[in-house]
């Protein structure tokens, strides 16, 4: 079996150089003995950015059920773990902005500066503390969450960074002289409410 397998060769390799002279056609290259050929392997790298909204804390919500919750004149805040998630291959930053709060169902109301009494502030990026960030009270005029001079990094993981965001109602007592009537029965049965929502829209942006 060996001998076969050696004779074989030996004939292979006879009609190599027997074709040596030969034309080479494309990148090939004749030489004596052998046939080169090149390849081009192209690596393309494309410069892109992606922010999204981890489905699990697309809502953050601030109830109001009794006295003391309005009459408190403390921050009360919502923490949104990992509800962003970035992906840049370039430094970055996030913008963000809010719609003023209006109620569903069809009333239209229109909960009028609502949104100046929020601030949201990016507090981690991949579970690190994040220098440079800020408080940004919400307005619909779109705002940087970090110093532009301290910009984030690129992102240097294949499944991006998650950003934690804190939000934060500066003074729940101001809410009392912004709401409409929120009872619109002549008699309360502890079930009629009126919902107030905001959309706070993020945009990654180049650093």
Do not use: C, H, M, W
Not at 116 to 128: E, G, I, P, R, Y
């Amino acid at each position: 079996f060996t001998a076969v397998l050696t004779f074989g060769a030996i004939l292979f390799a006879t009609n190599v150089n027997a074709q040596s002279a030969s034309v080479t056609k494309g990148k090939g290259t004749a030489t004596a003995g052998k046939t080169v050929g090149t390849v081009d392997l192209v690596l393309k790298l494309k410069d892109f950015q992606e922010l999204k909204v981890n489905g699990g804390s697309s809502t953050v919500q601030f109830s109001f059920e009794s006295s003391a919750d309005f009459t408190s004149d403390k921050s009360v805040s919502a923490y949104a773990n990992a509800q962003l998630n970035v992906f840049s291959t370039k430094k970055f930053n996030i913008e963000v902005s809010a719609s003023e709060f209006t109620t569903t169902g069809g009333t239209n109301k229109t909960l009028t500066g609502g949104t100046a009494l929020f601030s949201v502030q990016a507090t981690k990026v991949n579970n690190v503390e994040v220098v440079g960030s800020k408080s940004v009270v919400l307005t619909q005029t779109a705002q940087n969450l970090f110093d532009s001079a301290k910009s984030q990094s690129r992102t240097k993981l294949a499944e991006g960074y998650n950003v934690d965001i804190n939000y934060t109602l500066s003074n729940p007592s101001a809410l009392i002289d912004k709401i409409d009537e929120l009872v619109t029965k002549t008699s309360i049965d502890g079930t009629t409410e009126d919902t107030y929502t905001s959309t706070v829209t993020y945009t990654i942006i180049p650093g």
